[in-house]
């Protein structure tokens, strides 16, 4: 085990040439950053996660029934052992053969099978109110540490001059609020990495899986070679938009559909200058030249490069969504009505939409039971569901 950790540890690989792990030791003139500083995220990202519940129960709830959000979910199936069966052991989405065969075992007709295999399947969705708290939590989060980041970024130098993130380097000292800045992000994140398991489920969560990994890999280990300079400026940019994406989809919740598509649009102007324009301008230029001409080369250099830029390939194909969106919105003069980050009318997301399937199958028989085709109140559906919007989401 100490071979490993010596050769996982190799200062060749980790820092700059004539640099040692002995030279980053924190001593009673000046503190640096260590990586046993991060064990610290996981009691943190614990904490963080039993604030979240507490602050959905007890403040974005009632916010939630004060502002007159839905709690009720979609309306549950009829009871029905044999579909129920099939349902939890089989499949979720049974093929025609499957279902002529359901017909005849229940005396069903086809179209009824199918309207309950879609009930079943949005009684498992989540509720407007849960998904509103779930976006206030992130909201106040997000609201709170980019303000904190801004306050603290004010009054370093490398906020104006990024060539600052590598003056010194790496003998830079931490300070207090950098590294409160860090480990809190750090378990925030951790938490998303352990409750998106638990949480609503997006169409994208590969995707965004993939983002927790790359964003808690990049704050490990900006930390650990003390990069935590630059770390501090990806940190805040990125929380920039993420602030006003919770607030347009609680205004969605709340049928403020005007607040909601200007909120959207806010978003979308601000990704896309932050994401596409600031990032790559801004950071990727000090990481991938600036940094290089300070100091050289060594393999830890590339490693966070890479990471860097793999999250810029995140940006580019969130961006292409937002852009999609909008441009169908706009062709369609029906702004707001597709948003592919779970923003503006997730109908379609939330409730399936039948209208397409029953349309090309006919009604053969009558069930034994009555189903109601009142579906969830919708007004846009021969069934009351609602068809008017398609949506996926995102983060």
């Known amino acids: 085990m100490a071979g490993i950790l010596a050769w996982f540890w190799n200062e060749r690989f980790w820092l700059p040439h004539n640099v040692t792990w002995a030279d980053l030791q924190s001593t009673e003139e000046a503190s640096f950053p260590q990586a046993e500083d991060l064990y610290l995220a996981f009691p943190l990202a614990f904490c963080i996660f039993m604030i979240r519940l507490l602050f959905e129960r007890f403040i974005a709830k009632?916010?939630?029934?004060?502002?007159?959000?839905?709690?009720n979910g979609p309306q549950k199936a009829q009871p029905n052992a044999i579909l129920e069966k099939v349902f939890t052991a089989i499949t979720k989405h049974p093929d025609e053969k499957r279902l002529e065969g359901l017909s005849k075992?229940?005396?069903?007709?086809?179209?009824?099978?199918?309207?309950?295999?879609?009930?079943?399947?949005?009684q498992e969705k989540p509720s407007t109110l849960t998904k509103f708290c779930e976006s206030m939590w992130r909201f106040t989060f997000y609201l709170y540490i980019f303000?904190?980041?801004?306050?603290?970024?004010?009054?370093?130098?490398?906020?104006?001059?990024t060539r600052q993130c590598w003056n010194g380097y790496p003998y830079q000292p931490l300070m207090p609020d950098l590294h409160f800045y860090y480990i809190v992000e750090l378990s925030f994140y951790w938490s998303l990495m352990f409750s998106q398991f638990i949480d609503i489920k997006r169409k994208d969560f590969g995707i965004m899986f993939t983002h927790h990994i790359v964003t808690v890999t990049l704050i490990t280990f900006s930390y650990v070679t003390n990069l935590t300079r630059v770390g501090t400026l990806t940190l805040c940019l990125h929380d920039a938009a993420d602030v006003v994406l919770e607030a347009a989809?609680?205004?969605?919740?709340?049928?403020?559909?005007?607040?909601?598509?200007?909120?959207?649009?806010?978003?979308?102007i601000v990704f896309i200058v932050s994401r596409l324009g600031i990032y790559p301008l801004w950071i990727l230029n000090t990481t991938l030249f600036e940094l290089y001409e300070a100091l050289g080369n060594f393999p830890a250099l590339w490693v966070f490069?890479?990471?860097?830029?793999?999250l810029q390939i995140l940006h580019c194909f969130w961006s292409y969504l937002i852009i999609k969106a909008a441009y169908k919105a706009i062709s369609k003069g029906k702004a707001g009505k597709w948003n592919p980050l779970h923003v503006a009318k997730d109908d379609r997301s939330d409730i399936e939409s039948s209208s397409d399937e029953e349309e090309t199958v006919p009604r053969s028989k009558?069930?034994?039971?009555?189903?109601?085709?009142?579906?969830?109140?919708?007004?846009?559906?021969?069934?009351?569901y609602i068809t008017g919007g398609t949506c996926s989401e995102e983060h």
């Open 249 to 268: 989809k609680m205004a969605n919740y709340c049928k403020y559909q005007k607040l909601s598509d200007l909120l959207f649009l806010t978003f979308a």
């Open 305 to 310: 490069n890479v990471l860097l830029v793999v």
């Open 366 to 384: 009558t069930p034994h039971s009555t189903i109601t085709t009142n579906g969830t109140g919708g007004a846009n559906g021969t069934n009351g």
């Open 147 to 161: 303000t904190y980041g801004v306050r603290f970024l004010k009054k370093t130098p490398w906020l104006w001059n």
């Open 105 to 122: 075992q229940l005396d069903w007709d086809v179209r009824s099978i199918q309207r309950w295999f879609r009930q079943r399947r949005n």
């Open 62 to 71: 009632p916010c939630a029934l004060g502002l007159k959000v839905q709690a």
